[in-house]
């Protein structure tokens, strides 16, 4: 079948939208009618090269929602009809980290940057070249074919864009705050960037009881919404938000600092990790450049503050469990998501959305696809 699809030919390069082949499923396969996706800044990271596939060209997204067209033979999780939020994590379910918990690092893992199955088919075709799929999922596409482990059934009476946004920057804010930090009531909290995922960790912080929550961001507009969604105070700086933390704690420092920048720096990490106090915890959760290969810390700091640096990927959680509980959560108004939604795209605007994204207009933006499909968006 035909479908149009944002792909990148190189990197860095810009996304370009065309009509590309794609298959049917194949076995343990489904094929999703894909009616919102969010633009998540992992994604721009492959258009500007911090990040690389393993092959080009290539199609983005992987942060999405939509409707189960078809299945493959095999499948027996999702049927025909079914509202699906994707996820980037394909757990198997049966490899080390699966069976211990911690699926979100499942050995599978490896295919989000290939692009391929794994005998290393593809499902996209543009110009008889195999079309490589972010995370095997591809969401900035009206219709995509991914392996059933990639698609989390969700209730029919939640909105596709609103859902679109739990595939990745909620949960990995979310539980970034909630379990990597393991932040205790009463904590003084910073996060550093309130993007679509800081947004959610700022909620997290919140939810979990911190005496303070500090928000750092350079924009206005984003220091504002955070101090409605649960932060206690904002800043504008890493170094602002430091004293503040120390003003609170009779000048220890931070419990935690979560740094959700979309391309951290050397500096700003050393920065974070400066704003703790002892037994504070550094979450990075960030997805830095692959030539960011080093972190300045003091190591006796480290040792006699007993401090920790904790990497976080999906918030440290699984998406079968993960996606469900969270919209609960939406459902009953105790994490706000709607208002972290900022502009909608169409497909064919991606490139001015991720301009957006870096001029500091959004929170979280998000491709609506409803429209190509005759549908409406699942706001009503």
């Known amino acids: ?29 489904v094929l999703v009618k894909v009616m919102a996706s969010g633009l998540c800044h992992s994604d721009d990271h ?24 078809a299945v493959g033979p095999g499948v027996t999780r999702v049927k025909p009809g079914d509202h699906v939020v994707t996820s980037f994590i394909a757990a198997c379910g049966h490899c080390r980290m699966c069976v211990t918990g911690h699926q979100n690092l499942c050995d599978a893992g490896h295919l989000i940057t290939k692009g391929t199955r794994p005998d290393g088919t593809y499902r996209m075709h543009a110009e008889g070249a195999g079309v490589a799929q972010n995370a095997c999922l591809s969401t900035f ?10 698609v989390v059934k969700i209730d029919d009476d939640i909105p596709f864009e609103t859902a679109s946004i739990v595939g990745c920057a909620v949960p990995t804010g979310w539980g970034s705050a909630t379990r990597a930090a393991d932040i205790d009531a009463g904590d003084t909290v910073v996060v550093v960037g309130t993007g679509g995922i800081g947004m959610s960790a700022v909620q997290g912080a919140a939810f979990r009881g911190a005496g303070r929550v500090i928000a750092v961001d350079p924009v206005a507009m984003k220091r504002d919404l955070a101090l409605k969604l649960g932060a206690t105070d904002a800043a504008e700086t890493i170094d602002e938000a430091a004293e503040l933390a120390r003003s609170f704690t009779n000048g220890q420092g931070a419990d935690s600092v979560i740094v959700c920048i979309g391309v951290p720096t050397q500096e700003q990490l050393k920065q974070s990790y400066d704003a703790l106090g002892k037994r504070g915890t550094l979450v990075v959760t960030s997805a830095a450049p692959h030539t960011l290969t080093e972190m300045s810390i003091p190591v006796l700091d480290l040792t006699m503050s007993e401090k920790r640096v904790q990497g976080a990927l999906y918030g440290m959680a699984g998406p079968q469990n993960e996606v469900p509980m969270l919209l609960d959560l939406y459902r009953r108004g105790a994490l706000r998501l709607d208002e972290m939604i900022t502009t909608r795209y169409t497909l064919e605007q991606v490139n001015e959305a991720y301009e957006d994204m870096h001029a500091g207009r959004n929170i979280r933006g998000v491709i609506s696809l409803a429209g190509r499909h005759g549908e409406g968006s699942g706001d009503e």
């Not at 090269?49 to 199609?59: I, L, N, T």
């Not at 983005?60 to 939509?66: F, I, P, S």
């Open 1 to 29: 079948m035909k479908t149009n699809a944002a792909i990148l030919w190189k990197a860095p390069g810009e996304w370009d939208v065309r009509e590309v082949d794609l298959d049917e499923p194949g076995a343990g396969e």
């Open 46 to 69: 492959f258009a500007k090269g911090d990040m690389r596939f393993h092959s080009y060209p290539a199609c983005g997204g992987h942060e999405g929602a939509g409707i189960i067209e």
């Open 141 to 150: 596409s009206e219709w995509t074919t991914v392996p059933q482990e990639c």
